[in-house]
């Protein structure tokens, strides 16, 4: 019997089956020996009887953190204050999905914490102009119109921790009951009050809220899919002087022009140049 993992708690896999029914099932023992863990988002084969996992499925794509599967899309939460909004963070996780072919929705969270918006806009529009879907939310709005978001996808919910993800998941389906928490002032970020990753059915799809990190890996297997996950960045390169430029020193290249004409945003540069030596390293590491 074909199912879809809603849960996974201390090895306890919770699925939920074509026919609607939910079994808690354990992996059989050969995943162990064969080194394979099973994720929430994982499509399997059940034996509903014994409440064992018999197959894994093949996976379209598969995160390491947040640590979920089969993913349509991800919607990045982030606060522009109380924590403070965190470009760098951003830019990662956005390179990472745009690695991973998944589709990517910006949520400004907490706009009515703002006294000016003018250098927020800025920051909005770019991304927006970039390509990338922008919504902005605040506690005085109704917020309900993401829900045509949701449809027939797999969806995580990620961020910065004390973005709101559960806040906001809580109005669209209060049945949830997710917990939420104040942000320690002393800290200047959220708690984390996820403390598992969990499917939950909103809608015609699946949403996941996940633990709240302050961090992401870089899986990239080479310079140039790192480069080229910065989608203007890529597309820019088209008239770079030489194939193959990363950006960085190479006489000709187009996106350094963009940057120095205020065309590209700085900071996503800043970034892009900051990654680069990580994913070097990592690379380095690698062999």
């Not at 050969?30 to 863990?37: D, P, Q």
């Not at 745009?98 to 927020?120: A, P, Q, T």
């Not at 942000?183 to 996941?208: C, F, M, N, P, V």
Request: charged share 30%; aromatic share 10%; glycine share 6%.
């Amino acid at each position: 019997m074909q199912g879809l993992i809603i849960k996974l708690i201390s090895g306890d896999y919770t699925v939920v089956t074509e026919d609607k029914q939910t079994y808690v099932c354990k992996p059989r023992g050969t995943f162990r020996l064969n080194e394979i863990s099973p994720k929430v988002g994982d499509r399997v084969i059940i034996d509903p009887e014994n409440r064992i996992i018999m197959e894994l499925l093949p996976r379209k794509n598969d995160l390491i953190r947040p640590f979920v599967s089969n993913v349509d899309k991800m919607f990045l939460i982030f606060p522009v204050k109380e924590p403070d909004l965190n470009l760098n963070l951003l830019d990662r996780m956005l390179a990472i999905l745009e690695y991973n072919e998944i589709e990517s929705i910006i949520v400004f969270s907490k706009i009515d914490l703002l006294n000016d918006l003018s250098e927020f806009e800025k920051i909005s529009n770019y991304y927006q102009k970039i390509g990338y879907k922008v919504y902005k939310t605040s506690k005085f709005q109704d917020n309900s119109y993401l829900l045509n978001e949701f449809k027939n996808s797999i969806s995580v919910f990620a961020g910065q921790s004390g973005a709101g993800k559960s806040s906001l998941l809580n109005l669209f389906d209060p049945t949830l009951e997710l917990k939420t928490q104040e942000i320690s002032h002393a800290l200047g970020r959220g708690k984390h009050t996820t403390r598992h990753t969990e499917l939950h059915r909103i809608g015609d799809g699946w949403i996941a809220d996940t633990p709240g990190f302050g961090n992401a890996d870089f899986e990239f297997e080479d310079l140039l899919s790192f480069s080229h996950s910065f989608i203007e960045f890529f597309e820019a390169s088209e008239n770079c002087k030489f194939k193959g430029c990363l950006h960085v020193n190479e006489p000709g290249c187009e996106v350094k022009r963009l940057v120095e004409n205020e065309k590209i945003l700085k900071s996503r540069y800043d970034n892009y140049l900051l990654f680069k030596k990580e994913v070097e390293e990592n690379i380095k590491n690698r062999y």
